[in-house]
């Protein structure tokens, strides 16, 4: 299956970038990793008349850590990149560990943090563990930047709150505070590298010593439209000390909180189950 033709574009900066935007609009496409776009292209569910790569343009591939702001991350970084890095293992070692599930390592090797969020597909394993991270998206154009949470930036299946003109160039993620840590649980609709058939996100604040939730993010994957929070749970649990009965009530809280357009009962049933191993591993964590 070929793919159709098209102008390709190969700017030097964003500014020029952003110009090509501007001018070509919706007719145009952004290549990061291209990992998703060629895909959609060959399948001819889209066909832009225009691609405009990012690959030439210096230093888009930053991954920076700052003491008190945390971490940014550049458009051009790959999931092997943040696999590999030694503070985000280190700070947000369940971001590392859902990279390195993301496909092939071929896939891994191309494919971008930032692409996979902008073709927003309900079952985005990244968007979870970015959703309970708390991350806020900087985007630029011609008109200048704006910076978008997270939870805002989905808006419905394979659809982004982006601007056609708009390019995303910077994902930032808070620090860290102390005493907390977070999981990320999953599983396959077929194989180890297929889609992901639910998936859940916590981050969790925790005192160590008596085990009251002080703060606690949950996320789901692929139980949606889009990836979403689990807010009522969230609310249930602040303050209480985690334990099995708050757990499994929790979990009955998350469950109700999906949408699932096919297999629901499944998808409910095991977003109790998979919840439940990410909190208990999350805590392990603190401990």
Not at 62 to 75: M, R, V
Not at 178 to 183: A, I, N, V
Not at 212 to 231: K, M, N
């Amino acid at each position: 299956m070929r793919i159709p033709k098209f102008e390709y574009f190969s700017p030097s900066s964003i500014e020029e970038a952003c110009s090509l935007l501007s001018k070509y609009k919706s007719e145009a496409k952004i290549l990061a990793g291209g990992t998703d776009l060629f895909v959609k292209m060959k399948k001819k569910e889209i066909l832009p008349k225009y691609v405009i790569s990012l690959k030439k343009i210096k230093n888009l591939n930053f991954i920076n850590w700052d003491e008190k702001e945390g971490l940014t991350i550049g458009p051009l970084v790959t999931h092997n990149d943040l696999v590999n890095n030694t503070i985000v293992r280190e700070k947000y070692d369940f971001l590392a560990e859902t990279c390195f599930k993301i496909g092939t390592r071929q896939v891994r090797n191309m494919g971008t943090l930032i692409g996979n969020l902008c073709n927003a597909s309900p079952s985005s394993d990244l968007a979870s563990p970015l959703l309970v991270l708390e991350a806020k998206l900087r985007t630029v154009s011609i008109n200048g930047e704006r910076v978008i949470p997270i939870e805002e930036f989905f808006v419905a299946p394979f659809k982004t709150a982006l601007d056609p003109q708009e390019i995303l160039v910077e994902i930032q993620i808070p620090k860290p505070p102390p005493s907390s840590s977070g999981s990320y649980k999953y599983i396959h609709k077929a194989s180890s590298v297929g889609e992901t058939l639910v998936g859940v996100a916590i981050f969790l604040k925790m005192d160590p010593q008596n085990l009251i939730c002080e703060a606690i993010r949950i996320g789901l994957s692929s139980v949606a439209p889009t990836p979403i929070r689990a807010h009522m749970a969230e609310k249930f649990l602040i303050g209480k000390k985690i334990e099995e009965k708050v757990i499994k009530d929790s979990a009955e809280i998350v469950s109700s909180e999906t949408k699932p357009r096919s297999r629901p009962w499944y998808r409910k049933e095991m977003s109790k189950v998979l919840f439940e191993e990410a909190i208990f591993s999350a805590m392990e964590k603190i401990k």
